[in-house]
């Protein structure tokens, strides 16, 4: 038993010296040194049948057919009829064709460890006069816990006492801070940015929110990971068949060479070898132009695809909040935007650091003005003095609680809202001076790209957000979406993508964030952007290494093109293998040019999958009226 796991985790290694001895075969041959050709064939044939030998063994332990054994007793009767270098190739192209399948296979899936060190290790619980720091395990439903400014939340609970803002990208994917009171909910793994929190505990362990992301995508890649291999699935019926002709053919002509010999020919080298160079040949041509795709299995069940379903925040949008409206009002408003800012340079908000940001490219340096008298209201905003002027920065409730009228501004507070922009309100002591709509810009191209997949066959796109519904329409809308569906836990995203597989739809989900990775994980592609969470490509399938979401176009393109060049190779490969058959029961095929055809086949498919290196992207022609009414728009 040892002796056998020691040779099975060595079969890289033997796939080289069997190759090496090759190599050695081929010097002798131009040296005319016909002795160390033959010897060099066999040994290498026979340092390539041990893992080859050994997998066919444990397959018919348990009643399996693989081709494993059909190459196994392919290369036993080219020994037997003194064929050493069929042996040899027919071993060592096997175990080469595996080994490319298997590099092609290896996905960096380590998610769930990642996951499992964001999730909290402990919390601090009150113990009549005392708070203690405990490990998780220990909490239990009820307990009140303290949770510390910077301090992740350990539990799902509700809020007791307290104020404070916290980001929930980890389990909503929304870049924006939530501010939370007494009666709110909180989320285990989300982080306390500011505040203390008194909170009780309603869900724990495994039965968190993010306990059940990290359950999920464990389920989805177990799942996943008993997908066969297609050269498994082809030997189950291809196997059996070579084996009874070769049987028959050799009691009805008592011919043992020649059923030796359909044996040799029969076992399917350009198979072997055609499908792992298609899968490399289109993973390396997708890896050069920024689309990583984590093996042959994807390739074949995402050129089936018909919906797509997208993440919002950090895949159809850039994921940062960014101004996309400024409106004035009153003679106040005058070169008040720069104080806006400048008050704002002391606060980490996202919303104000969106409106620095795009001050600082309007105007330049925002340094020169002097910041006094800052008060930070929690949950509401900022009060400061800039250059004698107090304004008041930030949302409808702290300008009411000034007794500000915001009459003057509600028809556009309204139509901002609807657009999907969080609003940031600016006042002097008197009235409302700047409305300010912030909201994450869509990443460019998508609107395009969608329109092109749906083109190509893709017959439903959704969106599904842990943003506001209100939020999510409007964005979905905007880019043409089938569906929009907000205000979604992962755990209901999940369910969502679960629910319309059923229906027998073949789904790619689209994402970035940890709480994307259940969803990546279940979706039969899961297809995340580059500069997501560790976990969440991790997770995926493809991964489009710099975020262009326009690749997403190519990956579809370039998986329907490397399926169709397998499906060439495997027409190849079995119309050699029939055409020699056939040559071979009815006299027109011989042994050698047999062999001849043979070692054709594989150049042929080897050649075939090259193709796919200089694979492009065809770029679509306007033609004459197209391009002069487009000039004439233009114009």
């Known amino acids: 038993m040892n002796s056998q796991k020691i040779i099975l985790s060595h079969k890289k290694q033997l796939m080289v010296i069997s190759g090496s001895f090759i190599f050695l075969a081929l010097v002798a041959k131009f040296f005319s040194y016909q002795e160390g050709y033959r010897l060099s064939m066999a040994i290498s044939a026979l340092f390539g049948i041990l893992p080859i030998g050994l997998q066919a063994y444990q397959a018919i332990k348990v009643k399996v057919i693989s081709i494993d054994l059909l190459v196994t007793i392919a290369i036993f009767g080219a020994f037997a009829i003194g064929e050493y270098n069929e042996a040899a190739i027919v071993a060592f192209l096997f175990l080469f064709g595996h080994f490319l399948e298997q590099k092609t296979l290896e996905k960096t899936r380590s998610a769930i460890q990642s996951l499992v060190q964001l999730a909290p290790t402990t919390a601090w619980k009150f113990f009549e006069d005392t708070v203690e720091k405990i490990p998780i395990d220990e909490v239990e439903e009820d307990d009140l816990l303290l949770v510390k400014t910077g301090a992740q939340v350990p539990v799902d609970g509700v809020v007791i006492e307290g104020e404070g803002s916290i980001d929930e990208s980890s389990v909503t994917g929304e870049a924006q801070r939530v501010a939370k009171k007494a009666k709110d909910q909180v989320f285990a793994g989300t982080i306390l940015e500011n505040g203390t929190l008194k909170v009780q505990a309603m869900r724990v362990g495994e039965e968190t929110t993010f306990g059940k992301i990290i359950e999920l995508v464990e389920e989805a890649q177990d799942a996943k990971s008993t997908t066969e291999r297609f050269i498994d699935r082809f030997a189950t019926y291809y196997t059996p068949f070579v084996l009874i002709l070769a049987l028959l053919i050799g009691v009805f002509s008592k011919d043992i060479r020649l059923a030796i010999t359909i044996l040799v020919l029969g076992c399917p080298g350009a198979l072997i070898i055609g499908v792992p160079v298609s899968n490399v040949a289109g993973i390396g ?143 002097t002591k008197n009235e409302v001076v700047l409305l300010i709509g912030i909201k994450d810009q869509l990443r460019e191209g998508v609107k395009e790209t969608l329109q092109k997949l749906q083109e190509k066959g893709i017959k439903r796109l959704v969106m599904l957000s842990g943003d506001n519904q209100l939020t999510a329409e409007s964005i979905g809308k905007e880019i043409g979406l089938s569906e929009i569906h907000g205000n979604l836990l992962p755990e209901e995203k999940a369910n969502y993508i679960k629910k319309i597989q059923k229906e027998g739809q073949v789904v790619a989900f689209v994402g970035d964030g940890i709480n994307d990775s259940p969803s990546l994980a279940i979706a039969d592609i899961g297809i995340a952007m580059g500069n997501g969470t560790d976990v969440a490509v991790e997770t995926s399938d493809i991964v489009l290494m710099q975020s262009d979401f326009k690749k997403l176009l190519y990956a579809f393109d370039l998986t329907k093109k490397s399926v169709l060049n397998m499906k060439e190779n495997i027409g190849i490969a079995l119309g050699t293998v029939l055409f020699l058959l056939i040559g071979l029961i009815f006299g027109y095929v011989y042994m050698a040019s047999g062999m001849l055809f043979h070692e054709l086949s594989i150049l042929l498919v080897v050649f075939n999958g090259m193709r796919l290196l200089s694979y492009r992207q065809k770029k679509k022609k306007l033609d004459r009226n197209q391009l002069f009414k487009e000039t004439e728009e233009l114009n």
């Open 285 to 427: 041509n997708g890896a050069k132009n920024g689309v990583l795709v984590k093996g042959s299995e994807v390739m074949q069940v995402f050129s089936r695809v018909d919906t797509m379903v997208f993440d919002k925040t950090g895949t159809l949008t850039n994921g940062k909040p960014s101004v996309s409206s400024v409106k004035s009002y009153g003679k106040s408003a005058t070169n008040v935007l720069p104080f806006v800012a400048r008050i704002e340079q002391e606060s980490d908000h996202p919303l104000g650091q969106a409106i620095v940001k795009y001050v600082e490219k309007q105007m330049g340096n925002i340094e020169q003005y002097q910041v006094t008298n800052t008060t930070v209201i929690k949950g509401k905003g900022i009060i400061a003095t800039v250059a004698g002027e107090k304004l008041f920065i930030g949302n409808r409730q702290l300008l009411s609680d000034q007794a500000i009228s915001l009459s003057e501004v509600e028809a556009d507070e309204q139509r901002l809202q609807q657009e999907g922009n969080s609003l940031v309100f600016v006042a």
